[in-house]
Nanobody, 122 residues
Framework: QLVESGGGLVQPGGSLRLSCAAS????????IGWFRQAPGKEREGVSC????????RYVDSVKGRFTISRDNAKNTVYLQMNSLKPEDTAVYYC?????????????????WGQGTQVTVSS
């Protein structure tokens, strides 16, 4: 099971930290990704982190603003989001990868959380 939390309403320029808590599988064996879907748009990959945490990847639009990390002792992946923009508004999902390689292709993920809403608005 993957459970996202930490979403909410924030003003432009603000910050949020999303959490993805995992259970029911060997967490430290899997890549975890964050994806988002805005109204009327396709779901896109935002960031991913390898099983050890040694490799990360970001979509260009969030580079320098978002940071992904994981605590394998707590079975949790985090997405720290700073300098938020209205275009970051979306439902954010975490997902478990099927590959050892960290990629932002949703086809490489086979288990998804229920999502958490992030709204950036003044």
């Amino acid at each position: 099971q993957l459970v996202e939390s930490g979403g909410g309403l924030v003003q432009p320029g603000g910050s949020l930290r999303l959490s993805c808590a995992a259970s029911g599988f060997t967490f430290d064996a899997y890549t975890i990704g964050w994806f988002r879907q805005a109204p009327g748009k396709e779901r896109e990959g935002v960031s991913c982190i390898s099983s050890s945490g040694g490799s990360t990847r970001y979509v260009d639009s969030v580079k320098g603003r978002f940071t992904i990390s994981r605590d394998n002792a707590k079975n949790t992946v985090y997405l720290q989001m700073n300098s938020l923009k209205p275009e970051d508004t979306a439902v954010y999902y975490c997902a478990r990868g099927v590959l050892r390689l960290c990629v932002l292709d949703q086809a490489a993920y086979n288990y998804w959380g229920q999502g958490t809403q992030v709204t950036v608005s003044s």
